[in-house]
């Protein structure tokens, strides 16, 4: 098994990428303080501009939470010279918090990670869809597009997508299909859907979507809570037995109509006594103004950030005494305190 993987690597990345995943993996495993290795991914948030108001995404909290959340896009030059910085990372996702497709220069950056032949990804909420995306979509396609389907018709009139036109969603996503299966290269595309208070009680819904437009897999997860705490009595399911019996009921009805349905529950350390994280060896975030932070997970560099990859360099953060210091304490089981809250925290 691992022989056909390690063989999969190499076909897709070649030896000397695959040399590196396989060395970030050791590094990780040992859990090293210093990495020699370039982490396997990583998440560049292009832009944090975004039309929705999602009820579960921290973004749109983030005045109730006092954050400060400066809404902006990425410098072109800046984010140009940062991919080309990251050549030893397999996998770059153009995502954070905001939508990727109302960044101009998206198809750009696309284009420049493939070049270095990295595994390009974005998620998008479809809100928006307009005919110079359609063309960049065809043109230069990420290798993996996922569309966030947590409300796909008027059935979720409940606010899960503050500010979405429900009506058009489908068409949206329909239209975003057809330009990228236009294209010259072939790209993967996945159904992802948080459960979001009651919306389980829809998921038929999302399956017959996917089976309609040929998409062969739906990935369901739980949400992450950080930062939601006050929030709770909306997001989660009121009944979690009646929302587990959906889940099944969605995989049996995906089986028959050819769609693959996952199903991640919202991670929860059985074993506090192991190292849980990996994400400081494999896997960073980094802002759209270039700060670099810990995790997805911890976004938010007006309360943590190891530094401004535009102003030192990606590499030269990804071994300073900070980060070094995180993950020496996580990999003796002591929490940094930023991480406090975090199922993946020691
Ligand atoms: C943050 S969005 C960014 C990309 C784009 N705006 C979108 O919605 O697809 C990426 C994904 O994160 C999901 N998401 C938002 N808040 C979340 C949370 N609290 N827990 C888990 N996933 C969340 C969204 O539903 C979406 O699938
Ligand atoms: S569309 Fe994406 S970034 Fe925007 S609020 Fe919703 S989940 Fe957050
Ligand atoms: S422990 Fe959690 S918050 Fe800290 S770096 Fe790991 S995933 Fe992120």
Known sequence: MRIMKIAKLLKENGIRRTCGVLCNYAEYSLHRRHVFSFPS?????????CPLA???CPRTHREALGLEFPIGDMDRAKGLELIRSLRGVRRIAFQGYGEPLIYPHIFEFLAEARQ????TAFSTSAAVVNDKMLAGLKECPPDLLTFSCDAVNMRYDDGVRENLNIEHYQDNVAAIIDAVRSSAKPVEILFHTCIVGDNY????????FAAKQGVKTLDISELNISFLEKWLDRLLPQDK??????????KETGAERGVTVGFTPQYVAQDKKKV???YLWQHPFITW???LTPCCGRPFASQFTLGNV????FYALWNSEQIKQMRHDIANLNCPDICRGCPYAP
């Open 241 to 250: 037995e009646l929302m587990m019996t959906a889940v099944d009921k969605a």
């Open 201 to 208: 009680k829809y998921l038929d819904d999302i399956v017959a």
């Open 289 to 291: 103004q270039g700060e």
């Open 41 to 49: 991914a990583i998440d560049i948030e292009v832009t944090s501009r």
């Open 116 to 119: 270095s032949r990295i595994f």
């Open 54 to 56: 999602c009820m579960h």
């Open 310 to 313: 535009f102003d030192k360099g």
């Open 276 to 278: 849980n994280c990996r």
